[in-house]
């Protein structure tokens, strides 16, 4: 069997970003040996801006028997699948290619182990390296499900992806390959490697060489926390928590990424960084690689007037859904545009019959486009987007949700719920700063709006979708200093995951709904559909909501007043963004101890002014 082989060091040489590393350079070296050891002998390295340096530092001539070749990338495109495509000529020339990591170190006997099963059985589509260890970095690296083939003790990979659930095994970066991994790599605009592993996984036959133990290696890692709040310190703004819905805290490692050198929005450097917030964005969404994210600077009320004025056709309707503030925001924008409208309009805090939702489809069948909220912010109230998103598959028409407050704390996934444009913004759940919106796009909706008359300029996504796809870029100037400290917020979640942050704000949720019922405040709604991430309670007996406001802004929090008719008998209070349940048994105790003061001071008011009207009278 001949054996080719590609090492991807797309900056995994560089330390800092900056510098080329002299560990990394010897890391690369040392793989070129081994290389030699197993008898390959023709080699990519595929590396990005420094390629000329590092082919100078790795002393090729020193290994006369290696025919290598540096191949620099200098494009926006540097995930390991597109790294692979520039050399693609090392995987269609051989019969095998074996695809290393650059950055992570090798074990001559495991990457031994893969050419030798691959040997054994060379029917299969790729070998891949894994180990049966924990992963070194949650969130980061890519988890493996393997299933026994029948009848052998071959462990062949069910499936592989970095949010799969239930793994038994993590991916080692190394895996070697046939020519038919390069349909699907090609199928995606900047690929990983994974992508085409994902597919050989589901259409062939991929197998597995475990390890029980993989040197990972390790990450320095910087101790910001007492920096950032040194420098918070130095302000003179004063410190506050918020319990209002968005913006919300955030943790240090978001404040500093608003720290960094200026960056140019037309520089491949943004375009990097793009990439890595988008692509975070869609595992956060659960789309697959042939979602597009698009990100709009503007709030979530941006990211909802573009999703509406780029899908609807003029010779369509909308169906919008409506049970709160910001269902009725929908119909507001959808008129500014003059669209046709089936607006189907339920009280505040009432839960939304998918039975209504059939007889709109049986009543206009030209319903182009259903937009919904998925959590109703104003009531806390969560809408049945999945049940919707079936209707809209069986009549063929397109899904718009809005999950501005519920992405990241409730569990919304568009390929299984079938929503076509599901849109976010920074400042909530993901615990971001404000000022980026969001949206994730699936590839049916393109065909869909290709041919739509623009209603806005800036708005429109067809246009996002272009400066995406070509350069990695937006098609407008960017808040680019909020886009850092967005994907810093996306890499917490991830590193967390989907189901430990769900807990957790199921958690942080029920600690305060308990609470606040202790102290009579109880729940707008009792539906069994209330959020996670915000309690929309009654407002205590004898106290309004700008003077509790006022008393515990003076303690440190920030709460929040509803809207429209809740405004005068209820309240919110949000569990959203950088929040430990100490400082809610905190808040909880504050809450409790200025409402006891307040009533106690309307008590002695009253007192008093009964005082001096006995005393008027006697006089």
């Known amino acids: 069997m001949r054996v080719s082989a590609i090492i991807i060091a797309t900056r995994s040489a560089l330390e800092a970003g900056s510098a080329l590393s002299a560990t990394a350079v010897g890391a690369i070296r040392q793989t070129l040996e081994s290389f030699r050891k197993l008898g390959i002998r023709q080699v990519a390295i595929v590396d990005g801006r420094d390629a000329e340096q590092l082919r100078d530092r790795l002393a090729l001539h020193e290994l006369p028997e290696l025919d290598v070749r540096v191949i620099a990338n200098h494009s926006w495109k540097t995930l390991s699948g597109s790294a692979v495509l520039l050399a693609r000529e090392w995987i269609q020339t051989g019969s095998r290619c074996l695809i290393v990591r650059g950055e992570r170190p090798l074990a001559l006997e495991h990457l031994r182990g893969i050419l030798e099963l691959a040997i054994a059985q060379p029917e299969s589509d790729a070998v891949i390296g894994v180990s049966l260890a924990g992963a070194a970095e949650p969130g980061t690296d890519v988890r493996v499900s393997l299933v026994h083939e029948s009848d052998t003790d071959l462990m062949c990979v069910e499936a592989l992806g970095e949010d799969l659930a239930n793994a038994e095994a993590v991916y080692t970066g190394h895996a070697l390959v046939s020519p038919a991994i390069l349909d699907s790599l090609m199928s995606v605009s900047n690929p990983t490697l994974e992508h085409g592993l994902i597919a050989l996984a589901k259409n062939g036959r991929v197998l597995a060489h475990t390890m029980n133990e993989w040197a990972w290696g390790s990450k320095h890692r910087i101790d910001i926390a007492d920096k950032v709040t040194a420098l918070l310190d130095s302000k003179r703004q004063e410190r506050y928590v918020l319990l209002n819905p968005g913006p919300v805290n955030t943790s240090p490692v978001v404040k500093s990424a608003l720290v960094h050198h200026d960056v140019c929005h037309r520089d491949s450097v943004f375009s990097e960084l793009m990439v890595s917030m988008t692509n975070r964005l869609r595992r956060i969404f659960r789309g697959t690689p042939h979602h597009t994210v698009v990100t709009i600077t503007g709030s979530g009320t941006a990211a909802m007037e573009a999703a509406l004025a780029s899908t609807v056709p003029a010779d369509g309707k909308i169906l919008i859904i409506d049970n709160g503030a910001f269902g009725a925001r929908l119909v507001e924008v959808a008129t500014v545009h003059d669209m046709n409208i089936v607006h189907m309009r339920y009280d505040w805090g009432e839960c939304v019959s998918i039975d209504d939702v059939e007889n709109a489809f049986a009543q206009h069948p030209d319903i182009a486009v259903v937009a919904m909220i998925h959590h109703e912010t104003s009531v806390g109230l969560l809408n049945p987007v999945g049940e919707v998103g079936a209707l809209c598959k069986k009549h063929d028409a397109l899904l718009v949700v809005d999950a501005v407050s519920s992405l990241g704390a409730e569990d919304i996934d568009v390929v299984r719920d079938n929503i076509d444009v599901c849109y976010a913004s920074a400042n909530k759940c993901l615990h971001a700063v404000s000022g980026a919106s969001f949206m994730c796009i699936a590839p049916r909706v393109w065909e869909r709006v290709q041919s739509l008359v623009p209603r806005s300029y800036y708005l429109d996504l067809r246009r996002y979708r272009k400066y995406m796809d070509e350069l990695a870029q937006t098609p407008f100037t960017p808040a680019v200093s909020i886009y850092f400290a967005l994907d810093a917020a996306c890499a917490e979640f991830l590193a967390d995951g989907h189901e430990a942050r769900f807990e957790m704000y199921r958690s942080r949720n029920k600690q305060l709904r308990d609470g606040l019922s202790e102290l009579g405040m109880t729940s707008f709604t009792r539906s069994g559909m209330e959020s996670n991430s915000i309690v929309t309670c009654k407002l205590p007996d004898g106290v309004g909501y700008t003077e509790l406001y006022d008393a515990v802004k003076a303690r440190g929090v920030i709460l929040y007043g509803c809207k429209g008719v809740l405004a005068d008998r209820y309240m919110q209070i949000a ?45």
């Open 575 to 619: 569990n959203m963004g950088y929040l430990s349940h100490d400082a809610i048994e905190e808040f909880l105790a504050i809450l409790a101890d200025e409402i006891a003061q307040l009533r106690a001071s309307k008590a002695a008011a009253l007192s008093d002014r009964s005082s001096r009207e006995r005393l008027q009278a006697r006089s």
